[in-house]
């Protein structure tokens, strides 16, 4: 990554900027994957003096209710909740379009409507778009920075969708990931700066013949909030994640179907508990089987972590970072996952986590660690260093600092290349 400390950058890292932060879920409370990271970002930008304001989508009244906690560090905040009737109908309407359909749940008439006037007032300095679905809201927009972070590559996930569905639900989940690599392609070239959350996302996002500046920056973890508890209970494992997201769900019934039963074999005793808000009948079902149990929504996930010998992610589809293994690594909990899983977070397999790909070598794996407390101490105790290390929210803000300002750099020079006054920014 470049490095550069002159003209704007400096002024990015000293001076108080105005800053418009469009994200397609209330980043707030940060309890879950698509909250955490503008979280921190919003945060970060607000506690270095910037002047900042939100404009998201919430699912519920409640999660707009639940948004006023974002007051502490903003400006403005402005919430439109997208009723489920609606949303869906304008998915539907976009299947026979070249628009993506998921384009056409996240539009609100009401928000764009706001983020327009507020944007027609030239008074921001620097636009945060957090996901492409989000992006089409602020695309226009060409007084200020835009940093479009795609923090994952959607289309290559709807492109993995495709093997798990059956047809023709299959044919439409490709349609999808056409339209979006289409999309994704072009919104690149009308932001600054384009960032992932991974270095395999960011190669995913170059696959499109993305050619203007791209790069990444990480997810972090607090370890202060996360932090490891000395007390568990050798025969518990939990898995933690929204329920009524299709990978987790694949992941935890094929986890109770074709790995659990061979360890109760072994520890006739071994309780799996799947944690995570809004199962479906699906998943609550899976608590007829032996030792299973489906908490639902929980007001924190940690008491439920750090009594467990170890947590799963048996992913087959995953993008980007896994948040619930950045968590559990920082709370001292080993971690058994799939490749794909681990691909998202700097750790090391057999030093840092285990992985597996089959029932049999999660059998193996999860075998492991519940019959050595030495291998478990001896993961935990890695895995909360490598998060220290390398997933510190401070660092990965630090990373965002530099990649803006070498962003406002460059709109300085373009400005006085072209009109030899430079720009405000």
Not at 57 to 69: D, K, M, P, S, V
Not at 183 to 192: K, S
Not at 318 to 324: D, I, M, P, S
Request: aromatic share 8%; with cysteine; proline share 6%.
């Amino acid at each position: 990554m470049h490095r550069n400390s002159g003209g704007c950058a400096a002024r990015w890292n000293r001076d108080a900027v105005k800053v418009l932060v469009v994200s397609h879920r209330v980043p707030f409370p940060p309890k879950s994957g698509a909250k955490v990271r503008p979280f921190h970002v919003i945060r970060h930008l607000s506690e270095h003096g910037h002047r900042v304001s939100v404009a998201s989508l919430a699912r519920t009244e409640l999660e707009r209710e639940e948004a006023a906690g974002l007051k502490r560090y903003c400006e403005r905040v402005a919430i439109e909740v997208l009723r489920g009737p609606v949303a869906y109908a304008q998915m539907a309407a976009r299947l026979p379009t070249p628009g993506p359909s998921s384009f056409g749940y996240f539009h609100s008439a009401r928000l764009a409507r706001l983020i327009r006037s507020e944007l027609a007032t030239g008074s921001y300095d620097l636009v945060f778009a957090h996901s492409s679905s989000i992006a089409p809201y602020v695309a226009s927009e060409r007084r200020a920075v835009k940093i479009l972070d795609y923090v994952d590559v959607d289309s290559q996930k709807w492109r993995e969708y495709v093997r798990y569905k059956p047809f023709p639900v299959s044919v439409g989940f490709w349609l999808e990931a056409v339209k979006l690599e289409r999309i994704e392609a072009q919104l690149a070239r009308e932001f600054d700066l384009c960032t992932c959350a991974t270095r395999a996302e960011l190669a995913s996002l170059r696959d499109l013949g993305v050619t203007g500046r791209t790069d990444w920056f990480p997810n972090g973890v607090d370890s202060a909030f996360f932090k490891p508890n000395a007390v568990y209970d050798a025969n518990l494992i939990v898995f933690v994640g929204r329920m009524d997201y299709y990978p987790n769900q694949q992941a935890v019934i094929a986890f109770c179907r074709e790995v659990l039963p061979r360890l109760q074999v072994r520890r006739p005793s071994l309780r799996f508990e799947i944690v995570g808000a809004d199962p479906p009948a699906s998943i609550r079902q899976l608590e007829r089987l032996a030792g299973v149990s489906v908490t639902g929504a929980v007001p924190d996930v940690r008491p439920y972590v750090t009594r467990a010998a170890l947590t799963v992610a048996p992913l087959t589809i995953a993008r980007g970072t896994q948040n619930k293994i950045l968590e559990s690594m920082a709370m001292g909990v080993p971690v058994v996952c799939s490749d794909k899983a681990a691909r998202g977070v700097e750790a090391v397999a057999g030093d840092h986590l285990l992985t597996a790909s089959s029932p049999e070598e999660y059998t193996e794996a999860v075998g492991k660690v519940l019959d050595s407390p030495a291998l478990r101490e001896r993961l935990a105790r890695a895995a909360r260093e490598q998060v220290l290390a390398h997933h510190d929210w401070e660092s990965s803000m630090k990373r965002l600092d530099e990649l803006i300002g070498e962003v406002f750099d460059r709109r300085k020079v373009t400005s006085l290349s072209q009109t030899g006054v430079p720009s405000r920014h």
